[in-house]
Each structure stands twice: as C-alpha cells, then as structure tokens.
C-alpha cells in the first residue's frame, strides 16, 4: 500500500473532524481495496454527519460490490436525512444488482424527500422489480414523490406503465394546479419515452 494512502487511512481516525474530511476527500479515488472497510465504518458511524454524507461520496467512487451494505443501512437508519437521501443516490449509481433491494424498501419511507431519491435511483438502474411499487406512487400525497415516480416509470421503459400514466395525463379534475400541471408533464414525457 502506498505511504500516502496509509496516511490517508491513518486520517480517518483523527480526533479533528477537518484531518478526517480531508482524508476521505483524498481516498475518493483510491484504487486500494483496503480503504473500503475504514471508509464503510466512517459511514455508518462518525459522529459529523457531513463527513458520514462525503464518506457515502467516495464509497460510490469506489464502486465495489461490498458498500451495498453500509449504504443499505445508512439509507435505512441514519439520523440525518440528508445523509439518508445520499446513501439512495449512491445506490442508484452502483452497478451491484444487491443495490435495488434498499432501494425498494425505501419507497415505503415516511419521508418524502427519501422516497423521491429511491424513486428516481431506481429508474436510473432501470429496475423493472420497481415498476408496481413506482405505479403505486402515482397517488401519493406528495407531489414530487409523483413527479419522480412518473419520470422514474419512464425510464424504466416498462408499459404496464402507460395506462397508469395514461390516467394521470387524461385527468382533468385538477388541470388548473401548478403541481399537477408539472406532474401531467412528467407522466407524458414517460409515456413518450415508453413510446405509447
């Protein structure tokens, strides 16, 4: 292992919150194996939530197969949700298939904020597991939980969607809300894009 990544890992470890910031900064594109597990532990557990939400950060950099574990946890039990809504967006850019059941589970999150992140992470993977569940959402309280849902459907590219977008489009008791208007909008571009 190179002298600097040692120091770097050595950092990770640092009382001053800054010294640790610094070094998972320089391990974002560390090609060491090693860094994985200290940077997973930081993660999940440092008491800065900024440093755990960079930590998810340079675990996407490091794209390995084994931080879909950590970021299924951080997603499921982080206190902050900011950090939360990091560990859906880093999921959503691991190529690990293991990386879409966390994300399926959160679309049932009680915060909004998350449920729209796990939406638009899994119609970026193109996961058709998501499609019943991302239907579903077409009707939920929050509007751009909706709005996601729709785009997330059309990138999905699956057309037991279009009847379900189909309806929202055609639905003109609320043609005069501006949410609803940008929600219509977004369910057309998915049905274009599914090509219906």
């Known amino acids: 292992m ?9 950092g990770l470890l640092h009382v001053d919150p800054n010294v640790r ?15 994985v597990e200290p940077i997973m532990k930081i993660a999940v557990q440092d008491p800065v939530a900024y440093i755990r939400s960079e930590a998810v950060e340079t675990l996407v950099s490091l794209n390995d197969g084994q931080v879909v574990g950590a970021l299924a946890a951080i997603l499921e039990n982080d206190e902050k949700a900011y950090v939360r809504w990091k560990a859906a967006e880093a999921l959503g850019r691991i190529r690990s298939t293991e990386a879409s059941e966390p ?30 569940s991302l239907i579903g959402l077409l009707s939920h309280a929050d509007m751009y939980v909706r ?8 990138h999905i590219g699956d057309h037991r969607a279009v009847e379900p977008l189909r309806s929202v489009v055609d639905d003109q008791e609320t043609v005069y809300s501006l949410d609803h208007q940008r929600f219509r909008r977004a369910a057309a571009a998915a049905i274009e894009r599914l090509g219906a």
């Open 2 to 10: 190179p002298e600097n990544t040692q120091q770097e890992l050595a």
């Open 21 to 35: 910031l610094a070094s998972i900064k320089a391990l974002r594109n560390s090609e060491e194996v090693q860094t």
């Open 103 to 132: 994300l399926l589970r959160a679309l049932s999150d009680p915060d909004p904020n998350i449920v729209w992140k796990a939406a638009e992470a899994l119609g970026y993977r193109r996961e058709t597991l998501a499609v019943d």
């Open 147 to 154: 709005e996601k849902a729709a785009e997330a459907l059309g």
